[in-house]
């Protein structure tokens, strides 16, 4: 299982990859700061889950989907930000993104989805093996 964590803040970042660890050890762990870094990343392979910095995209959120996609259609998309804004959230989401949380008020219901997220890629990449 690959993760990719785009944070701009290294207290998240450590904070979400400490998590990642938790629940599954054995996931390669990718983290990136900045749009480059992630851009870079998701150019050079596919990644399970992606997590993504909505407040550092530079505008590019629907280059960074559309990246994510080409490489493994069915990845899963998680935005976070620090706003939560209902017309936002809509847009977000048919862009192609599958969760999307406020990083202020709505981060322990990010950290149970990331969970159960994890979990679900766990058990298909276990039936992909029989």
Not at 2 to 21: C, G, M, W
Request: aromatic share 8%; net charge neutral.
């Amino acid at each position: 299982m690959r993760l990719l964590v785009f944070e701009y803040s290294n207290d998240v970042r450590k904070i979400i990859a400490k998590q990642i660890e938790l629940i599954n050890s054995q996931a390669d762990v990718i983290l990136t700061r900045n749009l480059y870094g992630t851009v870079k990343e998701l150019s050079k392979c596919s990644f399970d889950i992606v997590i993504i910095d909505g407040d550092s995209t530079e505008g590019e959120l629907k280059k960074v989907i559309e990246l994510t996609k080409s490489k493994n259609k069915d990845a899963v998309i998680i935005l976070l930000t620090s706003y939560d804004i209902p017309i936002l959230r809509k847009r977000f989401f048919d862009l192609g993104v599958d969760y999307n949380f406020d990083k202020l008020t709505e981060f322990d219901s990010f950290l149970k989805i990331l969970k159960t997220v994890i979990s679900d890629v766990k058990e298909k990449e276990k039936n992909k093996a029989v």
